[in-house]
């Protein structure tokens, strides 16, 4: 691809760096930002500058957050003895926008994945244990993808609770093997934390 200017050819590099990007659709943005008034384009990079600077991450559960405790573990209404353990932020919005859950969240950053060289280590694992052996929590639902590295993250995280009282349960297989959590419809994933099942019965399957 030539370009005339060494500024756009630099500008679309950058937008092509973004997933699901490639070098003619961050051409069409970076035109489309051209065309725009200059203060809109000097907003659009304040807040991505801003986000990058302040944004925090939950104290408690690791969620993104603009304070030490996110809206959902400042809340007092919601149940703190629940936690569903997700992946990642996109997971965390996926299940609020069923309406159907209002205990906390523990946020992974990831799963156990080998191949990609990501260990329990890199993960917010330990935390979690640490919450759960401080008798803070009555249950863990495991609401990871349903993929073979999700069903080892499970696996993990419930063999070191061995010999912790806690209740453990796995989101109902409503979503479908190797999916994706953030992409499944709100009532099938809204179904699918109702209707949760014993995560040692999920063994036996």
Do not use: W
């Amino acid at each position: 691809m030539d370009f005339s200017s060494k500024l756009l050819e630099q500008a679309v590099d950058e937008m092509s760096q973004l997933p699901g990007i490639g070098k003619r659709t961050a051409l069409r943005l970076v035109l489309h930002l051209l065309r725009q008034p200059e203060a809109q384009t000097q907003n659009l990079a304040a807040a991505l500058t801003k986000l990058r600077s302040e944004i925090k991450l939950c104290k408690n559960c690791f969620n993104i957050s603009d304070t030490e405790l996110c809206d959902i573990c400042a809340n007092p209404a919601r149940n703190e003895e629940l936690v569903c353990v997700v992946e990642d932020i996109r997971d965390v919005m996926a299940i609020e926008n069923t309406g159907q859950y209002r205990g906390h969240y523990h946020v992974l950053g990831g799963k156990i994945s080998p191949m990609d060289g990501v260990g329990p280590s890199q993960l917010n694992i330990h935390p979690l244990i640490e919450k759960v052996k401080a008798g803070k929590v009555d249950e863990i639902i495991f609401a990871l993808s349903s993929t073979l590295e999700g069903d080892t993250t499970n696996f993990y995280i419930f063999k070191q609770l061995e010999g912790v009282k806690i209740k453990t349960s796995t989101i109902a297989r409503g979503i479908s093997v190797g999916d994706e959590l953030e992409y499944a419809d709100e009532v099938t994933l809204g179904r699918s934390i109702a209707n949760r099942v014993p995560f040692e019965s999920s063994l036996k399957g």
